[in-house]
């Protein structure tokens, strides 16, 4: 990045921060302005683009909360605006353009310093990212999930002994089930093969009709882990609410009987590497998160529903999913998980 002036910014020669994607044939170039309080992107798209049907911008900074619009598309550009954008230095400006599915087909960011007196111009060259993400893991020994105002139920599992599974907010313990306790990321983890599990005690731990929230956990697949088979990872049986991962892709499934609510994002997992994963819903729609790195997106804003067909469909379990709810995305017998979870955090809100 270099300076011209007091007022103005230019963002040049910005690269992924998704590693391992295929290139396309070209890149693609946005403008950005900043004026006031409002924050302004178009990206000129190139032809025969029917395979991109929407873009969103996202402004964060540790000072603020993100913020993030959704950019209209007219065949030949994605353009918007983001208004009341806090004042401030560093702001990391993030552009996603993604295909019918919601997943990203191109990527790129940039900081700015968004201050009074002039305008300021970013330009940010968007990076093929249509292909698998390869993400470096999280280190061991990394901070604990936190209990705040937005938090449902979290688990540590840092017990060392007996069965049950404690619930840090009070709400719904669990237990161990088949699963077998080992050190984690952060303390304590639970450990799967094929046939283990583990669950949660009460049916009722996401409201009916909660309109926000998100799913999260840390994770490890060991060396049994086959990049073209099925896993779970955390969720319901009746898939209102789900984690899993199908042949080289993380899923996050959001379903209400048959509609198959779920978003899709290629990743590349390395067996003993720790990642975070996150699934979230609300106004921004469906998300999932790797790493912190958006993998796949769509705009379905519809609350959590819980089952219709019996209370048993709402019990969460940790590495097990029955088949059910899961044709959807491919899936068509239970599954198990093969590694390590540790921190699993349930909230009503986006946190991503």
Known sequence: MGRKGKSILVVAALGLVLAGCIQNEEDLASSVSFDGQVLSV???????SAEISGALIRVSAPDMVTIEKVLQFDGTRVHGAIENVPLGKQRHIEIVVTDPNGSPLYYGDGYSDLLTGGTVDVVIQLKPAAATL????????????????????????????????????????????????????????????????????TNVIIPDGLPNGTLEL??????????????????????????????????????????????????????????????????????????????????????????????????????KKTYDGMDGVGIYETTYFQGKIDEIRISDSQRF
């Open 134 to 201: 390869n993400v470096v893991g999280i280190l061991p020994g990394g901070q604990p999930m936190v209990v705040d105002a937005n938090t449902l139920a979290l688990y540590r599992l840092d017990e060392t002994d007996g069965t049950i599974i404690t619930d840090q907010v009070g709400r719904c313990n669990g237990h161990i089930g088949t699963a077998v306790r080992s050190p984690g990321l952060v303390g304590g983890a639970l450990s799967f093969t094929t046939g283990n599990f583990s669950h949660l005690d």
């Open 218 to 319: 840390f994770f490890m697949v060991d060396s049994s882990f086959d990049s073209t088979a099925s896993y779970a990872l955390f969720g319901t049986m009746g898939a209102r609410c789900n984690l899993a991962y199908k042949d080289g892709a993380l899923i996050f499934l959001k379903n209400h009987s048959n509609l198959h609510k779920h978003v899709i994002g290629k990743a590349s997992l390395r067996r003993g590497t720790w990642y975070h994963v996150a699934g979230c819903w609300g106004s921004n729609g469906m998300r999932l998160f790797l790493n912190g790195q958006l993998l796949a997106s769509n705009r379905d804003t519809s609350c959590y529903q819980s089952s219709p067909r019996g209370l048993s469909e709402n019990v969460f379990y940790i590495g």
């Open 42 to 48: 178009s990206v000129a798209l190139p032809s025969g």
